[in-house]
């Protein structure tokens, strides 16, 4: 506990005896003067006067930090001094492009979007680029007096000059058929699936909830003109629905209309277009709000229906009916709860909606959710109910004792209440860096009871991150819950917001202001924890199926990279003397693999070299390669965090995922070094090639230096490319039919 107390007083030089087991001679009870006695119970003496051996003995106490930035010198290659004024105008504008603010200009408004409403001729229309669609999971056909009334509401909101083209090619019946089956298919996968699939008729539901189902499966697509129909629908929907609610105030209460309005968030929040992640941001609060005036946040919203072995008949389906309202509310609440949680991770934000106020209860398991009849309903939960409590838990009863989770019976749905407890502690975890970066930041942290308020507020977000890891059973869990834990515990350990902007997100004066605060970071033992837990973030991913992607983890993708390699790039100006080679040595330590004896002591002690695996897996075992990239090599870096990682979402053809690749490449070329020798063409089949990516990267190995090299290829199979010649061993990848095969030579090393 003692040693807690003191582990500030790193500031202080006085301080360093104390961790190199250096310690200082005993001294007498003379020495420090303790003959002085004191009445300590007569108010009257001023028992704080000190003595001068007290007062030397004060000034030799290591000072608490200030709020003030020390001024460490940069080097000459240092990330402050390479962000010329180039590299900090492309970094800022691709900072802009992903993660940055919109700025309003006169071409962005709805009627701008119109012409995309309809697909031309030239637009692939093929059934393939339309999405997959599970005939066992929905099979209702859209009528084409559906898709008239469709496209009537929209030419009614067009501009005069769009009706004609808008009209003239909307995309047929059989086109937005497939759309809306393929959207069940896709929402019937999801953990928070929030639409009662098995009851939803297309003829009776509102046309509001059509168009949102037919953008929100338009806008994955991977076609880019069906993805622009798409968005184009969705900023149609935002008129529509405002519409509609002026007309009728009591429709946002109706469940629906509701349904309708959170897709049309979600297509605006992921179309990576900031004009409309931005009006998604502003028009969230409404959804939230509607839900917490109709009281859906209090557990006595809900009636808790359950049927009887003796229902049948009408009363047995009125009973299903009524539970599909109540249940579609409370996934609808938690499907919120985690849009706004995702949100304020992606814009460092804060969540409007606070698990606090969370007294619903759980849902029920997804068995009876896809239920197809009021008697298979019956029978799965009369099956099912013997397991569960006789008071229904909630949210906040989980967060108080995560142990809980293993007691979650089969009779609720325990994939998505363990994701709600994850997201739940992603409002702390945004609460403490915030609070930490007020109070720390100013200098206003100036006492011991501040210091530790922020360490036990620190200890039990770990603490219910551990006990929620713990608690879970392999097969049960999901893939994505294991990769939210671990960008969670990313996000406690390092300053993600300070990251941004020592990247250069809002421009060079920002970078130089705060690259000091890095500077200190990147030499604590939190700075490596972070690091580990962002590698353990990209193995996640490598491991996660395709079908499970989605845009949010290419926000993962995106912190955990960022915080690779700026922890790479400050590790390589603090430290020149770590090795520069590419293959295993006894002293690696492989942050994307198992957590081992070698990775705590490198968390724990700073020992042992960080390197990154290049992600390919090994046939014979299973296990990743034995090719690795220093961690400290950021050209390297940043291009197996593209091949690995966000070469996983380059099927998704999304905006959102391109800007998040060209952000990266901008800070990959930060660190792109001159050529400094005459071109040498080689041909064959050498070198690193990734058809995903449709590139070649080269690698040059050497003792002194280390560069990554990527180049586009015309052909994959006859690659012809040019090299530059370097005084130091220059090194190719041999591959034969993509797998590696042998590591050569190409010069050797001057000596």
């Not at 939803?200 to 991977?222: D, G, H, M, N, W």
């Not at 421009?507 to 030499?523: F, K």
Request: with cysteine.
């Amino acid at each position: 506990m003692l040693e807690n107390q003191n582990s500030y007083a790193v500031y202080n030089a006085s301080c360093v005896n104390l961790f190199n087991g250096v310690t200082e001679p005993s001294k007498s009870r003379t020495d420090w003067d303790f003959s002085s006695t004191y009445d300590l119970f007569n108010l009257g003496n001023d028992i704080f006067t000190t003595t001068d051996t007290e007062n030397t003995f004060l000034t030799s106490l290591p000072t608490l930090p200030s709020g003030e930035a020390e001024s460490i010198p940069s080097p000459a290659n240092s990330l402050v001094s390479r962000m010329n004024r180039s590299t900090s105008d492309a970094v800022y504008e691709a900072f802009q492009q992903s993660a940055g603010r919109w700025s309003p200009e006169k071409r962005h408004y709805r009627a701008a979007e119109e012409s995309h409403l309809s697909l031309g001729r030239g637009a692939p229309t093929t059934i393939d680029c339309l999405g997959k669609w599970d005939p066992q999971i929905f099979s209702q056909n859209l009528l084409p007096s559906t898709r008239d009334q469709i496209l009537a509401a929209i030419v009614r909101s067009c501009d005069q000059d769009n009706m004609a083209a808008a009209a003239s090619a909307f995309p047929s019946a059989e086109v937005l058929d497939r759309l809306l089956k393929a959207f069940h298919t896709q929402h019937a996968s999801l953990a928070d699936s929030w639409i009662h699939i098995p009851t939803f008729q297309v003829t009776e539901a509102r046309l509001e909830l059509l168009i949102a189902c037919i953008s929100a499966a338009a806008a994955v697509s991977p076609s880019r003109p069906v993805q622009k129909f798409g968005l184009a629908m969705q900023e149609f929907l935002v008129f529509q629905l405002w519409s509609m609610s002026e007309k009728s105030n009591a429709l946002i209460r109706d469940l629906q209309f509701l349904q309708a309005f959170a897709l049309h968030l979600h297509v605006g929040l992921w179309s990576g277009i900031r004009r409309k992640m931005e009006m998604a941001g502003s028009f969230v609060g409404i959804i939230t709000n509607s839900l917490r005036g109709s009281g859906r946040y209090r557990h006595a919203a809900y009636t808790q229906v359950a049927p009887r072995p003796e229902d049948d008949g009408d009363i047995l389906e009125a009973k299903w009916k009524q539970w599909i309202h109540e249940e579609s509310f409370k996934r609808l609440v938690y499907h919120m709860y985690m849009h706004c949680s995702q949100e304020a991770l992606m814009t460092s934000g804060t969540s409007c909606m606070s698990y606090a106020e969370l007294t619903i209860p759980w849902p029920q398991s997804q068995r009876l959710w896809f239920a197809r009849s009021a008697q298979e309903w019956k029978a799965l939960h009369l099956e099912l109910r013997h397991t569960s409590p006789e008071k229904s838990p909630c949210l906040i009863d989980l967060l108080a004792d995560p142990t809980k989770t293993k007691m979650i019976a089969d009779f609720h749905d325990q994939s998505l209440i363990r994701l709600c407890l994850i997201y739940a502690v992603s409002s702390m975890v945004r609460r403490y860096r915030q609070d930490k970066s007020v109070f720390t930041s100013n200098g206003l942290s100036t006492t011991r009871v501040d210091i530790l308020s922020d360490e036990v507020q620190h200890q039990v977000i770990l603490h219910i991150l551990n006990d929620i890891r713990a608690s879970n059973d392999d097969y049960l869990s999901l893939p994505v819950e294991e990769l939210i834990i671990h960008l969670l515990s990313m996000h406690v350990f390092a300053p993600f917001d300070q990251m941004e902007l020592v990247a250069g997100k809002e421009g060079r004066a920002e970078v130089q202001r705060v690259y000091p605060c890095l500077q200190r970071w990147i030499r604590t033992r939190h700075a490596r924890q972070a690091v580990w837990h962002a590698s353990q973030v990209l193995r996640s991913l490598r491991e996660l199926p395709h079908g499970q992607l989605s845009n949010f983890y290419a926000i993962a993708a995106y912190h955990a990279g960022l915080c690779l390699w700026l922890y790479g790039v400050l590790l390589q100006e603090m430290d020149t003397k770590h090795s520069d080679a590419f293959l295993c040595s006894p002293n690696d330590v492989i942050l994307d693999g198992d957590e081992s004896i070698q990775s705590q002591r490198w968390i724990n002690h700073n020992r042992g070299r960080p390197v990154i695996s290049t992600g390919r897996p090994d046939d014979r075992d299973g296990a990743y390669d034995r090719f690795t990239v220093p961690i400290h090599s950021p050209q390297a870096l940043v291009q197996i965090l593209l091949r690995s990682a966000m070469s996983r979402f380059m099927g998704m053809n999304s905006p959102l995922v391109d800007n998040i690749c060209h952000l990266m490449q901008a800070l990959g070329n930060i660190y792109e070094t001159p050529d400094d020798g005459p071109p040498q063409t080689l041909r064959g089949d050498l070198f690193y090639a990734d058809p995903v990516l449709d590139a070649v990267t080269f690698i040059s190995l050497h003792r002194a230096s280390s560069e990554t090299r990527t180049i586009i290829l015309d052909d994959v199979h006859q690659v012809l490319l040019t090299l530059i010649s370097r005084p130091s061993a220059q090194c190719a990848i041999l591959l034969t039919n993509g797998d590696l095969q042998d590591v050569r030579l190409i010069r050797p090393p001057k000596k």
